[in-house]
């Protein structure tokens, strides 16, 4: 098969023929029809992940799949050949206190044990993947393939970032950043009920702001961004999806009161927190991370039934550099998805 393979980190990708992987006895071989690029990616390639002593390299990255059921393990019955199918990526180990909780998506062992589809073991920038069918589930047949890829990894992780912040309707949120994961996280912030509050440092992107759900649309520059929030009221809930810790903090004063700033972008750098008013205000700062198995349902109902679609632009399998370089210029609008099939 054809595959986007990463030798080494720092080394780049090269697109060539591997052999295609094959189903063990739980596992399903899915054909790989769409597979969004995250920013992780790029980190991945770029060797600033830690997955040092984790994963092994050569490696095929993607993580967001969407694609069809090409073959099925012996002991797989829930799955068969032609099913359209997405996979959680973040095979959970199922039996540590996280997995027990529910927090599947916190366990640690997904990444120590090479379980992490597309970061310690092969992905989706290929035409063929091989995973366990516990972690695969059937797509709602108004998704197509490209649309659906982006709600495994950016969808859920704005959708997990709202639940665990422990959003109710009617209240206010305000989403930092309008990028892959903000505009998702705009419209699905509506679908549950939102009043929603854009933040962007991109006048160009308010009238598209608007049209994916934001009732108020702020610019990001200057440091009286969380006053001119407070002014809309303040917000319940903050999710930053940005690496620009400035603009967090600028954004803190903010929230209101039991207002929670969610952290979903893997920043280098500290917050300053001032326990007076956090204490005063109750408020908190949540680190959030991906979502669970269940949330990821959930979702895909969501997007159905509220018609939340990310936007996409698609690329062959061969294009990969040419997508990886788009992001890290940030030039994609919104979502880059990989078509190996
Ligand atoms: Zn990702
Ligand atoms: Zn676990």
């Not at 591997?18 to 770029?46: E, F, I, K, Y």
């Not at 970061?119 to 366990?132: K, M, N």
């Not at 709602?140 to 495994?152: R, T």
């Not at 996280?185 to 933040?199: P, S």
Request: glycine share 12%.
């Amino acid at each position: 098969m054809r595959a986007a393979v990463l030798e080494e980190p720092g080394k780049g990708l090269v697109v060539k023929n591997v052999p295609d992987p094959s189903a063990g006895p739980h596992d399903v071989l899915l054909r790989v029809r769409a597979c969004g690029v995250c920013h992780t990616d790029l980190h991945l390639v770029d060797g600033l992940l830690k997955t040092a002593g984790h994963a092994r390299f050569p490696l095929i990255p993607g993580h967001e799949i969407a694609g069809v059921v090409e073959e099925v393990g012996t002991e797989v019955s829930r799955l068969k050949p032609g099913d359209r199918v997405g996979v959680y990526w973040w095979l959970s180990c199922g039996r540590c206190p996280c997995c027990l909780a529910g927090e599947e998506e916190v366990c640690l062992r997904a990444m120590d044990d090479m379980r992490a589809v597309g970061l310690t073991r092969d992905g989706g920038y290929a035409e063929f993947v091989a995973v366990p069918a516990d972690y695969v589930f059937p797509l709602p047949e108004k998704l197509n393939f490209a649309q659906a890829a982006p709600f495994y990894c950016a969808g859920l992780t704005a959708y997990g970032g709202f639940k665990n912040a422990g959003l109710r309707p009617a209240q206010r949120v305000a989403v930092l950043g309008v990028g892959g994961l903000g505009h998702l996280g705009l419209q699905i912030a509506k679908a549950m009920g939102a009043e929603v509050i854009a933040l962007t440092s991109t006048e160009a992107k308010t009238e598209l702001a608007q049209q994916l759900g934001a009732d108020h649309v702020l610019q990001t520059g200057g440091k009286d961004l969380g006053a001119r929030l407070a002014d809309l009221g303040g917000a319940d809930v903050v999710l930053s999806t940005t690496l620009d810790l400035q603009t967090v903090r600028n954004v803190m004063q903010g929230l209101a009161p039991m207002g929670t700033l969610v952290l979903t972008g893997m920043a280098a750098g500290r917050l300053p927190v001032d326990p007076r008013t956090f204490v005063l205000s109750q408020q908190r700062i949540l680190g959030s991370y991906l979502g669970s198995r269940q949330d990821l349902q959930e979702l895909l109902q969501i997007a159905v039934q509220h018609n939340v679609r990310p936007i996409v632009e698609t690329y062959p399998l061969e294009e990969v550099d040419v997508v990886h370089r788009r992001l890290r210029e940030n030039q994609v609008r919104f979502r880059a998805v990989l078509e190996p099939s």
